[in-house]
């Protein structure tokens, strides 16, 4: 909360940020898909894959992840595959964006602060193996910081056996084209925002997330 209320470039219009990168007039998609190259790796493809049904009417921005060189993206991103990097502008896309696929992290909670629709969307080695342990082991019903600082689903999940280029294109479609799907999800981040609070709200966050995952940290 505390980093977002004092972005640069908060009063930024639409119009400004496609001007000073060079896009066009579409609406915007972001994609964040990790800050690990494993990670994009892992995320990335099926990320746009499932978005290009959609690049007639909205454009593909991907949040290029910091100290991962431009030219990693290429095989991803850039010409010829529909989407544009952008580097060192998380913020700014996500303030223009219409919704978004988010893999999971702080960039789930980021998403919802700036109030944008999100799908969050985590590929795993393994995945019936790794549901069954987050369910079973960890004893814990989401990954996302969003869900677990509010207690219950606010944003779509799609990780392990679930993480599918159908199921993500069929989310994606909901945030896009369901007003009512979209009004929903808006009004539970404004609950978000009230239990993260105006101040303090890293510290509070962390408190939360270590409560509800039962997790104890030792401090030696």
């Known amino acids: 909360v505390d980093a977002i209320a004092q972005r640069p470039f908060k009063e930024e219009t639409f119009g400004q940020f496609i001007g000073a990168n060079g896009l066009d007039e579409r609406p915007i998609i972001a994609l964040l898909a990790g800050s690990r190259k494993q990670e994009i790796e892992n ?56 919704a978004a696929l988010v893999t999971s992290g702080t960039a789930t909670l980021e998403t919802a602060l700036l109030n944008v629709p999100q799908v969050v969307c985590y590929r795993m080695p393994a995945p019936r193996m790794a549901y069954w342990a987050f369910k079973h082991i960890l004893h814990t019903p989401y990954i996302s910081l969003v869900n677990l600082v509010c207690g219950r689903e606010v944003v779509k999940e799609l990780f392990a056996k679930f993480f599918t280029v159908g199921n993500i294109r069929k989310e994606l479609y909901r945030l896009l084209k369901d007003s009512a799907y979209r009004e929903k999800m808006l009004n539970q981040y404004a609950e978000l925002r009230r239990i993260m609070g105006e101040t303090g709200a890293s510290d509070r966050a962390a408190d939360i997330i270590q409560r509800a995952i039962h997790i104890n940290v030792n401090i030696n």
């Open 43 to 98: 995320n990335l493809p099926s990320m746009l894959q499932a978005a290009a049904p959609f690049t007639e009417e909205y454009q593909l921005v991907v949040a290029g992840a910091p100290g991962i060189d431009p030219s990693f993206y290429e095989a991803y991103a850039g010409d010829g595959h529909g989407a544009v990097v952008l580097f060192d502008q998380t913020y700014r896309i996500l303030s223009q964006a219409d």
